[in-house]
């Protein structure tokens, strides 16, 4: 029900101006006023506020109703795996895989914005294979969320063959180097749509 969802998860660019905690907390109203669990991902804008990703981090994770998390060693901030559970509130019967996919170029020869690196590729690859053999073989079913889009965003806008539905006013800004994500959520095999933020006149599927 899309007036009353279970959950909600922000993609990134939740806030775009000071004060940050003020905006955050201003942003996070529609839920926190109607007691809804969420969830947010940072985008290469919210940490342009006066705080850090990782003060972000610490000041909504007290926040009633909040399932962000973090995953120390790795890249990133906003990385974290949320387990839905079966209607018997037993085994763990999906998987919401949630990345931070970071915010600019940290090279100096590129420009432009960040990417999901190797290390939480692995991240993602490990954990899943984790999942996969506590459910006996077979992977669970997951989707993923994070801001700034995957290089085959464009890639499959280009297919001649794609099918695509909703609003696209912009090219994809996607993520400057291709790390693997995409073809890492083919191998493991449990990953059946992505939802990125990022794009501000884009709405569509593809």
């Known amino acids: 029900d899309v007036k009353s969802p279970d959950l909600v998860i922000c993609t990134g660019e939740v ?13 996070l109203q529609p839920v926190l ?17 006066g705080m850090t990703r990782k003060e972000l981090y610490e000041f909504i994770k007290e926040m009633p109703g909040n399932l962000t998390s973090t995953v120390e060693g790795i890249s990133g901030v906003t990385n974290f795996i949320l387990p839905v559970k079966a209607s018997d509130g037993g085994k763990d019967a999906a998987l919401l895989y949630v990345f931070d996919s970071n915010a600019y170029s940290t090279l100096k020869h590129l420009k432009g914005y ?14 899943s294979k984790k999942f996969t053999e506590a459910n006996g073989g077979t ?3 997951a989707l993923s969320f994070f801001h700034i889009p995957l290089p085959e965003y464009h890639e499959a806008v280009n297919n001649e063959g794609t099918f695509l539905i ?10 400057e180097i291709n790390t693997g994500l995409f073809a890492a959520m083919q191998e493991a095999g449990d990953v059946l749509g992505v939802f ?5 006149v884009n709405d569509y599927a593809v």
Do not use: M
């Open 166 to 175: 909703g609003i696209r006013k912009e090219e994809a800004c996607n993520q």
């Open 139 to 141: 992977p669970l079913t």
């Open 33 to 49: 006023k109607r007691s809804i669990p969420f969830a947010v991902t940072f985008g290469n804008h919210d940490d342009e506020q």
């Open 15 to 27: 806030i775009f101006g000071k004060p940050a905690d003020k905006s955050l907390r201003c942003a």
């Open 196 to 200: 990125v933020g990022h794009d501000h």
């Open 114 to 127: 960040g990417w999901i690196k190797h290390d939480q590729v692995q991240w993602y690859l490990n954990e």
